[in-house]
């Protein structure tokens, strides 16, 4: 019988690993076509500058890229293997995605990087997805005119402004209270960061921070293991 869990198991993983591959390569394709397709069709008489243009893609590159590896690496945990290519194909994952996949974890009683967790975040951001589609579409298609001037107003701006720190907060909350000896620490290096650095300087490069975060969080989370502080829970 374990024999058979685990040449199952693997079987998943590996279709999981080529299904999503393979979609993310078309999810690629399609993207690029799209502004392939309206300069063919509108930019006849627009002279792209190679130079600038080349320019522009690596100091793109060099900001997004970093955020793109701080996310697989900080997100991929809590998404699960099916969930991290259908969040990063759909986006929103801030937003939408982890909060769907932590939430449902967190309900179920299940943790993160188990099987039962896979199909639980699989599942959830898959349902996710499908209302998030609807939603956006409905919304751009007969709401857009009349609820855009409604969010962009000065009653509601501010609270728009700030909807992801909000979740952020939400959903990091349980997680410190529940490894308050791991997190201690993490939250005092931000906020003395904040303090010393400034807003604007951080948010100019959060990505970079976040990632220094993240090695911060797992040096404490060595030194307290090393001491007996923190100990290893058996996985159900």
Request: no cysteine; hydrophobic share 45%.
């Given at each position: 019988?374990?024999?058979?869990?685990?040449?199952?198991?693997?079987?998943?993983?590996?279709?999981?690993?080529?299904?999503?591959?393979?979609?993310?390569?078309?999810?690629?394709?399609?993207?690029?076509?799209?502004?392939?397709?309206?300069?063919m069709i509108y930019g006849k008489d627009v002279k792209i500058q190679i130079s600038n243009t080349i320019s522009a893609i690596i100091t793109l590159s060099a900001i997004y890229g970093v955020v793109s590896v701080v996310e697989v690496v900080s997100f991929s945990p809590f998404l699960?293997?099916?969930?991290?290519?259908?969040?990063?194909?759909?986006?929103?994952i801030m937003n939408m995605k982890l909060p769907a996949a932590t939430n449902a974890?967190?309900?179920?009683?299940?943790?993160?990087?188990?099987?039962?967790?896979?199909?639980?975040?699989?599942?959830?951001?898959?349902?996710?997805?499908?209302?998030?589609?609807?939603?956006?579409?409905?919304?751009?298609?007969?709401?857009?005119?009349?609820?855009?001037?409604?969010?962009?107003g000065p009653a509601l701006a501010p609270a728009f402004n700030n909807v992801t720190p909000a979740l952020t907060g939400a959903l990091a909350a349980p997680y410190f209270m529940k490894n308050g000896k791991l997190s201690i620490p993490t939250v005092i290096a931000g906020c003395l960061l904040y303090l010393i650095l400034g807003y604007d300087f951080i948010s100019s490069g959060y990505s970079f921070f976040m990632l220094g975060f993240i090695v911060i969080s797992f040096l404490c989370y060595l030194l307290l293991y090393k001491a007996g502080i923190v100990k290893e829970k058996p996985k159900r």
């Open positions: 019988m374990k024999k058979e869990a685990a040449n199952t198991q693997e079987t998943y993983t590996n279709n999981t690993h080529r299904i999503g591959k393979l979609s993310t390569l078309i999810a690629i394709l399609l993207i690029l076509m799209v502004p392939a397709v309206i300069t699960g293997s099916a969930g991290t290519y259908l969040s990063f194909i759909t986006g929103n974890l967190r309900v179920n009683n299940v943790e993160r990087g188990t099987d039962e967790g896979e199909v639980i975040t699989t599942l959830a951001i898959g349902a996710s997805s499908v209302v998030t589609t609807v939603v956006l579409f409905l919304g751009m298609l007969f709401l857009g005119r009349l609820l855009v001037p409604v969010i962009t």
